[in-house]
């Protein structure tokens, strides 16, 4: 079983950066596809990018493309989320879940592991 925490949420202005980690427990976390997801209330959790285990391949949503960077150090069991050029629409809770498979994984109702979230705010 892996259990998930995500850390380095926070309030930003737009146009600014935050960096999200996720940290894992657990031995093979390499072998887990790592997805971010996020939500703000009344709404569905959506997609916002993909790592797949050892391999690294990453897959993001389109409103996030060029703007986030994913990438994982299967070392210290962490998956990053580098978010730069924040707008207000990128306020929600953020999520990091995980699932023990090969390749990607972008439905949430895939996902085994889910952490607790952390808020992000962007203010315009």
């Known amino acids: 079983q892996v259990q998930l925490r995500e850390s380095g949420g926070g309030l930003v202005q737009a146009g600014g950066s935050l960096r999200l980690s996720c940290l894992a427990s657990?031995?093979?976390?390499?072998?887990?596809?790592v997805g971010w997801f996020r939500q703000i209330p009344g709404k569905e959790r959506e997609f916002v990018a993909s790592i797949s285990g050892s391999v690294g391949t990453k897959y993001y949503a389109d409103s996030v493309k060029g703007r986030f960077t994913i990438s994982r150090d299967n070392a210290e069991n962490t998956v990053s989320l580098q978010m730069n050029s924040l707008k207000p629409e990128d306020t929600a809770v953020y999520y990091c879940?995980?699932?023990?498979?090969?390749?990607?994984?972008?439905?949430?109702?895939?996902?085994?592991?889910w952490g607790q979230g952390t808020q992000v705010t962007v203010s315009s």
């Open positions: 657990g031995r093979t976390f390499s072998r887990y596809a």
């Open positions: 879940a995980g699932k023990l498979t090969y390749g990607l994984m972008l439905n949430a109702d895939r996902y085994d592991y």
